[in-house]
């Protein structure tokens, strides 16, 4: 599976929107965009997960750039309940693969009041 | 609904010791996944199940580690003889497509 880099850490102010940058510059054509984060003391949750498109949900936004190359999640309004580690992670189908997650060390979010 | 749930949430043993851990995935999802986190770390991927083909073990550190799945139900992991290396916190997903579901996780303490 394709590699990703992810800053170590970042701040956030309450209220304002949380840009999280991800480069996954050796993606291949059939992988996917997967964000999944990680509150202290919990399971993974899954956020939210593109392939070429951008995408929205009621969680967040995710922007992938044309080239596939890189990608940036956007939390609109952040809260001290997102508050947690964010992971990027590139995975192709499971079709005729495990599919399983391979995870990083992913961007700790501080989002202070 | 009811999300993929694991037993037991803590649990302390003695090196040694055998011990098991528990996995209910979400109800008709045929994938399910173990992963371990140490402390401080990213998650490990260690075994795979997909309905009733063979499971992926590739993950799996050494022979002390096991797991079973009865069809598309519960799954427990296994671990013989543990290990303080052994110690972080188990992880179980479900998918019924692409996408995983956590459970909340059993951190294990190997004294």
């Known amino acids: 599976d394709a590699k990703t880099t992810q800053p170590t850490s970042m701040d956030c102010a309450e209220g304002r929107a949380a840009n999280l940058p991800c480069n996954h510059s050796?993606?291949?054509?059939?992988?996917?965009v997967y964000w999944y984060r990680q509150i202290h003391s919990q399971g993974p949750q899954y956020i939210i997960h593109?392939?070429?498109n951008n995408e929205t949900n009621e969680m967040a936004s995710l922007i992938i750039t044309e080239d596939r190359k890189s990608s940036t999640l956007i939390l609109p309004h952040a809260t001290l309940r997102d508050t947690a580690v964010y992971y990027c992670?590139?995975?192709?189908?499971?079709?005729?693969?495990?599919?399983?997650?391979?995870f990083g060390q992913g961007t700790t979010l501080q989002v202070k009041p | 609904g009811a999300g993929v749930s694991q037993s037991p949430s803590n649990k302390v043993t003695e090196k040694g010791k055998d011990v098991e851990l528990r996995c209910d995935p979400i109800?008709?999802?045929?994938?399910l996944y173990w992963y371990r986190q140490r402390l401080g770390q990213g998650l490990e991927f260690l075994i795979y199940?997909?309905?009733?083909?063979?499971?992926?073990k590739s993950g799996l550190p050494s022979d002390r580690f096991s797991a079973e799945r009865t069809g598309e139900s519960v799954s427990t992991l296994t671990i013989q003889r543990t290990q303080q290396e052994d110690s972080a916190v188990y992880l179980c997903?479900?998918?019924?497509?692409?996408?995983?579901?956590f459970g909340p996780g059993t951190r294990l303490l190997v004294l």
């Open positions: 997903a479900s998918s019924y497509r692409e996408t995983q579901y």
């Open positions: 050796t993606i291949s054509g059939n992988e996917y």
């Open positions: 593109g392939l070429k």
């Open positions: 992670i590139v995975r192709g189908t499971i079709l005729g693969n495990t599919g399983k997650l391979i």
């Open positions: 109800s008709g999802h045929t994938a």
């Open positions: 199940f997909q309905g009733n083909s063979a499971p992926d």
